[in-house]
């Protein structure tokens, strides 16, 4: 019997030690690590793991111009948020990986790939789902293709046996955190078998230029469940959020070696399927509002693209003990500073008020310059005064309660004149050389006051 090497490692971060530890020195988390065996015999060859190296793949250094790129180098689905996304298509040859809550539609997203792609061979791997389940999910999608290949296995060894058979134009693993490697004692799941598994797949991958899919679950805290170095082994890392107690779904970039890393997609959830958003602005603001103090309107960067959302904010006096803060689709910290901002600069008393902000459509945003339409929410509602809803604000607030300049004013103002606002207040800084859309004020503000009293 081969000797086997006892390890322990972090199920957050992937931090491995040679002793059991209740808490992660790296990721602070508590009772994470989990013993690991791994067998001491030869580890396989890569050629082992992924069936051989392709005709024209011998590994040695070639010049530039040797490399062949083929015919296309990208595959377009049609599904054009999906696209964007990518960096303009699917990359051949690309391991991508898609992660989200449980429930939120990643499989769905998959499946319908075979609609939009319907000449293609696809192989899906389900490891968690039956093919029956898979297929009857397909048939509500509408998905009526011969060339998507159902195969319920979690053996990664068999997942590429499969994939030299079958030649597929497009591999899906659903989901990574269901495979395993023989070779590896520790249960699938674990940070080892996700790390090996999705590293043999890849490697499959790379040899034969074919992209694949890997879908991974988040834990509570919002990471990858496994390793972080997953994130670091894929070309992609797409995020699909949302509120599941809404329709709307983001596709989000948070790394792209082929495009850009911060481009998102909109979806409907539907029960057909997920439906392009193309104009997510009209969809975040169609439940706004009105008349009521707290809401205020913003132009949020998303990638390249402008996207205007409603901000909400409840400010009421706090019954007892600690005030709560409370923030979704924005950072708690970027609230508290606001609310800082406000006490301190403009005097507001909100110690002994709870304040609740919520960014409304289940959208998240990162991005300062929504801070003015933050804190002139939490204003509005605290002096119970509706804010002028003819009026979008961008900027971002600095700590000396100043208005500071953001990038992209002209975009931003011109998705605002669209929706059919009447006036914009952005940060003084951001106008020289701006040329204002026609039918729009466009006002520059130095300091957060003079945006209240502008709008309250
Ligand atoms: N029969 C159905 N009719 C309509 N919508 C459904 C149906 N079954 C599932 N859904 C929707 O699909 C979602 C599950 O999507 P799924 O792709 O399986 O998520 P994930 O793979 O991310 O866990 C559910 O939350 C629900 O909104
Ligand atoms: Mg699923």
Redesign the pocket.
Known sequence: MAKTQTRYVCQECGRSAHKWMGRCPDCDSWNSFVEEKRSEKKTRTPEDVAGGRSEDGEARPRPLSEIDMGPETRIESGLQEFDRVMGGGLMQGSVNLIA??????????M?QLGRHLPERTILYVTGEESVRQVKA?AE?LDVDSDRLLLFAETNTEEIVAASREKEPDLLIV?SIQTVFRPDIESAPGSVSQVRESASALARWSKQNNVPAFL?GHVTKKGSIAGPRVLEHMVDTVLY?EGD?HHAYRILRARKNRFGSANEIGVFE?R?DGLREVANPSEIFLSERSYGVSGSTVICALEGTRPVLVEIQALVTPASYGTPQRTATGLEQSRLRMLLGVLEKREGLQLTDHDVFLNVAGGIRLDEPAVDLGAAVAVASSFRDIPADTTTALVGEVGLGGEVRSVTQIALRLKEVAKLGFERALVPEGSLDGLTPPEDLEVKGVRRLREALEAVL
């Open positions: 989200g809550d449980p429930g939120i539609g990643k499989s769905t997203l499946t999910r509500r659903d879908v699909f599941r959830m029960d």
